[in-house]
């Protein structure tokens, strides 16, 4: 690939977003969002979990690693977990994660880590318009860039 058609590849992106939702909470502030037709870029596809503490670090590299360029988690606030502490287990295994992305070199921003509760579509929409603009300022991922042959 010459410089000019990476320079056109990066003009045109488009930030392909995974977001790990939990039930309870962000999931149902994503649906609300919809309801209420709060506008947000299309970018982000939904995965949707019974609780933030299910995301394993694993399925976040494995997202990046086929080609999302960004990762959001949205649980319920902190002491509002339908599972007790399915929310502070998230938390922890994100610290982990950005450890772990430090480690490869790619930037912690790409991964967003987001309290929503059922109530804040407006801050689901919120939330997808930031992490969405904040990605397209990266650029693609850097799996991407190392593994395109």
Request: glycine share 8%; proline share 4%; aromatic share 8%.
């Amino acid at each position: 690939m010459d410089m000019s058609e990476t320079a056109k590849n990066i003009e045109n992106f488009e930030p392909r977003i995974v977001a790990f939702l939990c039930h309870w909470c962000t999931y149902t502030g994503a649906d609300l969002a919809g309801t209420t037709r709060q506008q947000y870029p299309p970018n982000v596809r939904v995965v949707h979990l019974m609780c933030s503490g299910a995301v394993d670090v694993v399925y976040v590299m494995k997202a990046l690693m086929d080609g999302a360029d960004g990762v959001i988690i949205g649980g319920c606030h902190p002491g509002d977990c339908h599972y007790q502490s399915g929310n502070y287990k998230a938390r922890r295994r994100v610290a982990i994660l950005k450890t772990i992305l430090k480690e490869f070199g790619i930037p912690e921003e790409r991964v967003t880590l987001k309290w929503i509760s059922a109530s804040e579509g407006r801050l689901f929409a919120e939330t997808v318009r930031e992490v969405t603009a904040k990605i397209a300022a990266l650029g693609p991922s850097e799996f991407k860039r190392e593994w395109d042959v």
